[in-house]
T-cell receptor, first 111, second 113 residues
Framework: GQQLNQSPQSMFIQEGEDVSMNCTSSSIFNTWLWYKQDPGEGPVLLIALYKAGELTSNGRLTAQFGITRKDSFLNISASIPSDVGIYFCAGRTGANSKLTFGKGITLSVRP | EAGVAQSPRYKIIEKRQSVAFWCNPISGHATLYWYQQILGQGPKLLIQFQNNGVVDDSQLPKDRFSAERLKGVDSTLKIQPAKLEDSAVYLC???????????FGPGTRLTVT
């Protein structure tokens, strides 16, 4: 089946720093989604990408759909304490296929 | 706009008991999903509905799990009988249609003892 790789499992940064996370897949995807999950809550959609090469921003967040369609990255600029959480990438191969999630990256921000 | 609603938020049961979870999707969303999230992992799809029809239930353990969305709006997920390994967060999500972004509810944390 499809596999998504997110690494490292944890990242530690200083408040104000930028951070980049990437996600790679074993299959070609037509959709990439990035979610953030806080403890005890469901994942919250950050950015959705539907075209290869697409670059989309949402405030301090920027995500790109890789040209090969097998990867995506998420950048967070000028991190703040509330950026702490688990960041998941998710992708699918077609409109009728299921969404596959990575294992997530736990982000810690030191004040 | 109200988000995806789920209840209960927490449930503790003993193994071999049964349990049911309820989900109300975002108004107008045709597609509804149930996911299982085990600690330290990403959500795994259990079942996907398009209106009141099942699109994908290939990863649903059908010997003990069942789900329905009779009127194409609310949905229930049932586990009977529960096993220890069913301890997880059960997330409901909805989307406007197939192939577009999914929005998640807060989840139900199930503990089976």
């Amino acid at each position: 089946g499809q596999q998504l790789n997110q690494s490292p499992q944890s990242m530690f940064i200083q408040e104000g720093e930028d951070v980049s996370m990437n996600c790679t897949s074993s299959s070609i995807f037509n959709t990439w989604l990035w979610y953030k999950q806080d403890p005890g809550e469901g994942p919250v959609l950050l950015i959705a990408l539907y075209k290869a090469g697409e670059l989309t921003s949402n405030g301090r967040l920027t995500a790109q759909f890789g040209i090969t369609r097998k990867d995506s990255f998420l950048n967070i600029s000028a991190s703040i304490p509330s950026d702490v959480g688990i960041y998941f990438c998710a992708g699918r191969t077609g409109a009728n296929s299921k969404l596959t999630f990575g294992k997530g990256i736990t982000l810690s921000v030191r004040p | 706009e109200a988000g995806v609603a789920q209840s209960p938020r927490y449930k503790i049961i003993e193994k071999r008991q049964s349990v049911a979870f309820w989900c109300n999707p975002i108004s107008g969303h045709a597609t509804l999903y149930w996911y299982q999230q085990i600690l330290g992992q990403g959500p795994k799809l259990l079942i996907q509905f398009q209106n009141n029809g099942v699109v994908d239930d290939s990863q649903l353990p059908k010997d003990r799990f069942s789900a329905e969305r009779l009127k194409g709006v609310d949905s229930t997920l049932k586990i009977q009988p529960a096993k220890l390994e069913d301890s997880a967060v059960y997330l409901c999500a909805s989307s406007l249609d197939l192939g577009v972004a999914q929005y998640f509810g807060p989840g139900t944390r199930l503990t089976v003892t």
